[in-house]
């Protein structure tokens, strides 16, 4: 950081400390460690009480923050009285270490109710991350907090001259019915399935206000004169102010759980902000009312800066942008809205707030508007420009294997459900990182076989599964069974979007992967054609991400390496998507398990709980490439 | 049975089968095999949408039917996302299976979410029984249904020639606000502690109506009808009847999840009535309009007949009452209100059908009038008229053990707690059973001392535990420690009940048994002192329960025979009152474990997990009795 001091004396010993920090002492690697209980809680995130899974007693959790290399220790006690609960630790690479990755049937058994386990894990480079539920769908109940990895100097970051001090906000959405509820609708066959819908409520750092756009005011009279001019000028006869009009303005007000956030800023400096989005459907778009925004990291790997007026961002992934407090001092609305479906839930709205401007001199104007939320052409237009900033490491050219994955939305025995290639991940009760490191694959899950790695080619993208040629239509399938990956292999996956049901609809996909980044090679729209389309992919300075979007009918490669033994899930970020079964699982590097020291209070649960007692099975022979 | 048969043609076959089944065919004992998915449902129990714990997909879950010496058998399945689930028989003893007892923490490990889990035991005897889950509060949450064992002629019911034919009732309540924010409320500190309140519905097999309690009617004339006269006359000003006025009627018809149900009944017949209560909160009183009913069976044991124009149930209980029709053919209310607390929920309605009467004669007048919710000698004159049938067993004179266990509410660490001898009951992640078997006690749970088997005696129970003189008032502890129970022993409990915190107000509470009927030897109010009061006691003919109602400011002695080697709970079976801590655990026997065959899958959990490796160790030494 430049100069992290502003005018004001009141924050010497804050700016000697922060630049003590950032540029003098290098600071040593330690152990972070934190005790959480994760319980539930009555809380109003947007002013509507409901019960949530928080931590200590609060949503969101803790934010952590470390610096790179340090080793970050939480035990987590699981409160809740009849759940059991898994905390996952996205971007988060779990070198060494994937029984910590906090994925249930995957990674781990299930913390029990009363039980409790120690995340330990190393925090290899700095970023901007978060963690959130890993199990059901206790993501959209609440339990995520934000995870913050400062750079050093043995691993700084390009841009830390470029700015002055730093923000973060963790982006989420917030639905009024239960996840058991939404579970139940999804879970429900024929005329009982139903579908999620879209959120109540978007929430910034938790806090939202539902159908109330005016939540920000200070009181009445601003709030009826708002009513008036600025939000919905008098004659907008539209559905958004005609529920403003109605609406009831207060009393949000700072102090309460749903009152907006105020980033405090000074004039004349550049900001770093750290938006993540830990959604649970919602693709969102975030501006500052005034500002420009200059990209300069994504999911913790530096980026070649961009300028631009707002930013996409999907479920899983984070940016850093930096901000120049460059215009008149005053407040300024920071939106963020939803795109990439048709959206039925109010923008979120929070403060940047000049700290020099009058207090209570709120933002005038009106909010930015979000792009439409069709315009797929813009959100290319912004995910397209991002390539990985130099020095970044570059992907090896050779490559060992290679995966296509059709992305269908697909009937299967009266239930819809999202498919690869056809096969909807069904989750085993037994963790596949137990079952492999007690042997007992056999009986865990289906290891008679591998996942598929293609599919019929003659499947047009364009038309819905029902309107395929039979041929081209494999049955679709619930399958537990994994890729295995052998260690060290290079890997490309192909994600191949198609039609969903309804004819005309090919819907957004966030993609993540557990254990690694991987380098974003390419996008391209219709049927990825290797012969043809290969040549054109990015090899010089693809951007490193853990999360890439999957355009409607359209096609994204990837290419990652297989250096981290571990069972790692590779999943669409939606929650509502990943539970209707879109992921698929790596087995990767299986052979090398038992030079991990995997703790078996970790993986004893399910069909490992008979097997404990035996002595370990031999270790697994090598997986193909 | 008399005479099952009425003069219906179309009923022959039935009837004969039926006259073959009660009294020409002795039924060999058999394994009877059930397959259950556990699951999230939609469901509107009272006409309101809401998610609830469904088996096979349906609310309340299927009924068991089996005959007296049959093996049930129940592989259950727990499709539920993220929660771990038990099934405790309420009722059935588990004699040789306590692992099969359902409790979570006490008998068995949760089935883990993906798993399943096999129940198998004996039904011993003849009676009312049910199911009911037995983790945190899935039992609110709707896991529940009817388990009926028919007598046979091995083991025949004494009343079988009374009666013609048989109809069940398993009463419940139910609450809009999910069991996850009740348990938020109940776990609340100070402030946010919040009491769950009264339920918003009562059911009958499921169903209820809502803030109508027209839902009985067939049309939108008979609904206006109703309004206008019977239900509440014209000037009448109360709130239940604004309420029913601005209430809407339909479409409660028959076939929706909440049209309530109709019993249909031949005139000039017997009938025995099987009602079981499994509420969270209520206690209940039930009528039949224009009906007598005489007591004949209670928590499948016999019972001195004895007619009363209604009956108290408390939640556990079950009774079996004789009812003759022999009013005009019509049809009747039957109405089941709230007592014990000042109610604030509507009666729950159904319908006594006299099969010959017009189909859509509805019933007519006035329902019955629940007695006043206060009226606690009402509640006790038909408690204390319930004395075992001739023939039925007598409890051991020699008594080895007195407990004496003083029913307080406490405040805890900024809690509000329900405690035992000022113990609130914590429960342990690993369930004891399993602590035994695996010889883990000590690390399992707090194994240094026993429960304290008395109190102070110079507590005052007519004052708040607050005015409590400082040597009366023990402090308040969380514990999971047991009672030893030595094998064979007879075991003599008083329970004492006390002032709640509030100043004047004393609460009833129904004490559940787990693994054992006992004795009832008596009731009184005050303190029980032994001297004064032991040989007022009943052992002429003290009724066999497995739950029993203590009053407000009162005491009941009852005696056991601690002869089924396990671990049990004895709670009260108020489903917020346990989750407060309202319970003890008898670990009976722990010095024949070894001779049981205790499967490792149901208790290898918790601390289990990490000796599960280990041989077992050495048998528990005796306990003293």
Chains 1, 2 share one sequence.
């Not at 020099?356 to 237009?381: H, L």
């Not at 909807?424 to 079952?435: E, K, M, V």
């Amino acid at each position: 950081m430049a100069n992290p001091c502003g005018p004001l004396a009141v924050h010497l010993l804050i700016c000697i400390a922060l630049m003590l920090f950032a540029h003098q002492v290098a600071p040593a690697p330690v152990t972070r460690r934190f005790k959480w209980d994760v319980e539930y809680i009555m809380w109003a995130p947007d002013c509507q009480q409901s019960v949530m899974i928080g931590i200590n007693g609060k949503f969101p959790g803790p934010t952590i923050t470390a610096n790179a290399g340090d080793v970050i220790s939480v035990e987590v006690t699981n409160n809740l009285h009849t759940e059991g609960i898994v905390i996952h630790w996205h971007g988060i690479k779990q070198i060494g270490t994937p029984w910590a990755d906090g994925t249930a049937s995957i990674s781990q058994c299930p913390i029990e109710s009363g039980g409790n386990f120690t995340y330990e894990f190393l925090v290899d480079k700095p970023g901007t991350f978060f963690y959130h539920g890993h199990f059901g769908m206790q993501r959209a109940a609440g339990l995520y907090g934000s995870l913050i990895v400062n750079a050093t100097d043995k691993q700084p970051e390009p841009f830390a001259a470029d700015y002055d001090g730093e923000h973060s906000m963790l982006l989420s959405d917030w639905y009024h019915e239960n996840v058991y509820a939404q579970a139940a609708g999804l879970d429900g066959k024929d005329k009982h399935w139903q579908w999620v819908g879209e959120p109540q409520t978007l929430l910034i750092n938790g806090r939202g206000q539902f159908g109330c756009s005016l939540g920000i005011t200070r009181d009445r009279r601003a709030c009826d004169r708002r009513k008036k001019d600025a939000f919905c000028p008098e004659g907008d006869k539209s559905e958004r102010c005609e529920m403003i009009r109605r609406s009831e303005c207060g009393p949000f007000c700072e102090g309460t759980k749903c009152s907006p956030v105020a980033f405090d800023v000074e004039p004349g400096k550049t900001y770093r902000l750290r938006i993540a989005s830990t959604t649970s459907l919602s693709a969102l778009n975030v501006q500052v009312q005034g500002h420009k925004l200059t990209v300069v990291e994504a999911d913790g790997n530096f980026v070649e800066p961009f300028e631009v007026t707002d930013i996409d961002i999907y479920s899983g992934e984070s940016y850093s942008v930096l901000l120049k407090t460059d215009q008149r001092p005053s407040s300024y609305w920071i939106s963020v809205g939803v795109r990439g479906r048709r959206p039925k839930t109010q923008p979120a709205l929070a403060i940047l707030n000049y700290t020099n401007s009058k207090p209570d001199s709120w933002p005038s104007g009106v909010t930015p508007e979000t792009p439409a939320w069709d315009n797929v052409t813009r959100s290319k237009e912004f995910t397209y420009r991002i390539k990985a900033r130099a020095g970044t490491a570059r992907p090896p050219a050779a490559v060992d294997r290679r995966i296509t994955m059709l992305n269908t939305q697909n009937r299967f025995k009266g239930h819809i459900k999202w498919a690869i290639n056809h096969v909807t991940l069904s989750l085993p009760a037994t963790p596949y990182l137990g079952a492999y490191f007690y042997g007992i694959e056999d009986v865990a899950f289906d290891a008679t076989a591998e996942s598929p790695d293609t599919y019929d080619r003659s499947y047009d993208i364009e038309k819905p599964p029902d309107a395929q040629a039979p041929e081209a239509m494999a049955p679709t399938t619930a399958s537990d069974r994994v890729f295995r990956i052998a260690s060290g292999a290079v890997v490309d996956v192909v994600l191949q979007n198609a039609n969903a049901l309804e004819a005309g609809v090919s819907e957004v996909h966030p993609w993540h992967l557990h254990g690694h980044d991987f380098w974003v090679l390419g996008y391209g729209d219709g049927v990825y054609e290797h012969e043809r389309d290969s040549g054109k992919l990015n090899t010089a300075n693809p951007p490193l991400r853990n999360t890439v979007v999957l355009f409607p009918h359209g096609w994204t490669v990837l290419r990652f390496v297989a250096d981290n033994p571990g069972v790692w899930a590779f999943h669409c970020h939606i929650e509502p998507h990943l539970h209707l079964g879109m992921g698929v699982i790596f087995a990767e590097g299986m052979e090398k398990l038992r030079e991990l020291n995997v703790p078996r209070e970790a993986v004893t649960c399910g069909a490992a709980k008979s097997v404990a007692a035996l002595p370990l099975a031999p270790a697994v022979a090598p997986s193909p490439p």
